[in-house]
């Protein structure tokens, strides 16, 4: 049966009256009982440290107290009864004014000149009257003195030591350690002297003297460097020296001079911005401050001259006809790629009196600069060649025009004196990919079994003459002083290699020995409509004058014979009687 909300507040007064009545009645009494043995024992614990304490400093004080009446009796003895006569002193000086004022004015009473005297005869009575008192005070102050005058002689005698005096040119220059520091510091000072006359001598054999100094008056090298120096000339300033390599090249007047002409050579080959580059000298360079005669020193401008004047000069070789790039580099012991280093376009002017650098001028202080350089670079298109069997070996025709291709590098240039030295690649990005070329060649093989007499009918469109060898060494126009009416085609094992007809026709003329007029061996076909075709410089010669050919039958093998510097073909086609260049007809 469920309770109503008053039978519910009575259950809850009944239950409260019994908690209330449980706390009182029975927790209440232990809390109180816990609560006084904690303070009784807390009580106790306290009493009883009190006691052992007092117990303690009793019978310490017992045990101590015969000591500290003997160091009280000492201590007294030695201190405390001067101090205290000092005080009674102190306290009888104060009294004693008003006495000397009595005397003095009794004194002026009988007469004012006794006054006088009686004013200058009191420091004396003074004295007479306070004599225990300075004696005391003299006591005190006896010891005191003592141990000052003991630190010092302590500290003096510390800082002592056993030295050279050195005695030079009749002057004593100052203290040293050892023999050794007068000869390091006469080295020194020989190797600073610019001693172009034999003026300056530095004495060997000073005097030396043993004996005690302090040891912030021992003098090191550099020290007494200076020192020779300034006995030894009225001709020495304070300057500043410039040493290359460890060798001195001169001294000028201050330091901002000399640091303004080392930074004026940098500048000379800073960029404009000076970004992204860094530039220093090659040899090692010193700035050391001190004495120096003043025979060495230079004005800013003498030294930057001395500095810049070239230790190497320009030197030149200057082309003869029949020169050629690997005959110029082997001549001046140098390679292709030095020669193009030193000459931009070096490949496209050789012509006779021109003048090739093989050396370049070096100043005597030598400067590097290392920069990094962002350039485009162009990327070579590939060609793929697509066989036509319809078509003999050499024929070729382009599908596809190639294009090439874009990077942007990012690379690390190396400049010594101005001049590339290396370079290293840093990272690449390509900007634009190249575009493949395309070539149709023919794949119809030369039938060397061709009869004799071919079909001599000419196409009017031209093949390559060599099928082995697609290489052109040498082109068309001008080169090495004189005018190349063909094309060279040649590379490795090309010699003995099949010569085609490039087109067909009637052999009009042959060299099969001999000079040839340089041309050595030779074939001419006459192709008709002004056409003609010579194959020049072979070893084997197969038809003759007046017979026919078919375009890409075998007429002859490639050689070296006649004006040549190796085997090779070459070609010619003349329009006319005129040569004319054969890479476009081909």
């Known amino acids: 049966m469920p309770l109503g909300g008053k039978e519910i507040a009575q259950q809850a007064a009944r239950f409260g009256r019994w908690l209330c009545g449980n706390v009182k009645n029975r927790v209440w009494p232990r809390v109180k009982a816990v609560y006084r043995t904690g303070y009784s024992l807390s009580y106790w614990t306290g009493i009883q440290s009190v006691r052992l304490i007092r117990f303690a400093g009793k019978r310490l004080a017992r045990l101590f107290a015969p000591a500290g009446r ?50 200058l005869l009191l420091p004396f ?12 005070l003299l006591n005190l102050a006896a ?28 002057e004593t220059l100052g203290y040293i350690s050892d023999e ?21 001598q530095v004495e060997r054999t000073p005097k030396m003297t043993l004996t005690m100094v302090s040891k912030t008056e021992i003098m090191d090298e550099k020290e007494l460097c200076d020192s020779i120096l300034r006995s030894s000339s009225d001709s020495i300033a304070e300057v500043c020296g410039l040493y290359i390599d460890g060798k001195f090249e001169g001294s000028v007047q201050s330091r901002s001079e000399l640091d303004g002409v080392l930074d004026g050579i940098l500048d000379a080959y800073r960029s404009e911005d000076g970004a992204d580059e860094r530039v220093e000298f090659v040899q090692d360079v010193e700035i050391v401050e001190g004495l120096y005669p003043v025979s060495s020193i230079k004005t800013a401008e003498e030294m930057e001259e001395y500095l810049t004047h070239e230790t190497v000069v320009d030197k030149y070789y200057t082309i003869i006809p029949g020169d050629a790039p690997l005959s110029i580099a082997a001549k001046t012991d140098m390679s292709l790629d030095q020669l193009r280093s030193l000459n931009p376009g070096f490949d496209d002017n050789i012509f006779p009196d021109v003048d090739v650098l093989i050396q370049k001028a070096q100043p005597y202080l030598r400067v590097q600069v290392v920069r990094t350089v962002e350039y485009t670079e162009s990327i070579a298109y590939t060609t793929k060649k697509v066989e036509d069997g ?52 023919g794949a119809k093989k030369v039938n060397p079994s061709v009869s004799a007499q071919g079909d001599g009918i000419s196409t009017g469109r031209f093949i390559w003459p060599l099928p082995s060898c697609k290489t052109v060494s040498s082109g068309y126009g001008y080169r090495w002083g004189s005018f190349h009416d063909g094309i060279d085609i040649s590379g490795n094992g ?72 190796g085997p090779h073909l070459h070609f010619e086609i003349r329009v006319n009687g005129s040569p004319v260049n054969p890479l476009p007809y081909l």
């Open 390 to 441: 319809s078509q003999y070996i050499g024929y070729e025709k382009v599908t596809t025009q190639g294009q090439n291709g874009e990077r942007l590098v990012t690379a690390e240039v190396t400049y010594l004196d101005g001049l590339e030295q290396s370079r290293t690649i840093l990272s690449t990005e390509v900007t634009k990919e190249p575009v493949e070329k395309v070539v149709v060649v």
């Open 125 to 136: 009575l003074a004295v007479r009257r306070h004599r225990h008192a300075l004696k005391s």
């Open 494 to 565: 090309v010699y003995g290699k099949d010569i085609i007809a490039a087109d067909g026709g009637t052999v009009v003329e042959v060299n099969t020995s001999g000079w040839g007029g340089g041309y050595g061996l030779y074939v001419i076909v006459d192709h008709g409509g002004g056409y003609r075709t010579m194959y020049a410089h072979c070893s084997q010669i197969l038809v003759r004058a007046g017979q026919k050919v078919s375009q890409g039958q075998l007429i002859a093998r490639a050689g070296s014979s006649g004006n040549v510097t």
């Open 70 to 119: 003997v160091l009280y009796k000492g201590l007294d003895f030695l201190v405390l009864r001067h101090l205290r006569a000092v005080g009674a002193e102190i306290v009888r000086f104060g009294k004693g004014f008003p006495l000397a004022g009595r005397r003095v004015r009794e004194a002026f009473r009988r007469h004012p000149l006794h006054a006088v005297g009686q004013a």
């Open 180 to 200: 050794s520091v007068f000869d390091s510091a006469a080295n020194l000072a020989a190797d600073r002297v610019i001693n172009t006359d034999n003026s300056f």
């Open 143 to 170: 010891p005191v003195g003592a141990a000052c005058a003991l630190a010092f002689t302590i500290n003096f005698w510390s800082h002592q030591t056993f030295a050279l005096a050195l005695e030079y040119n009749g």
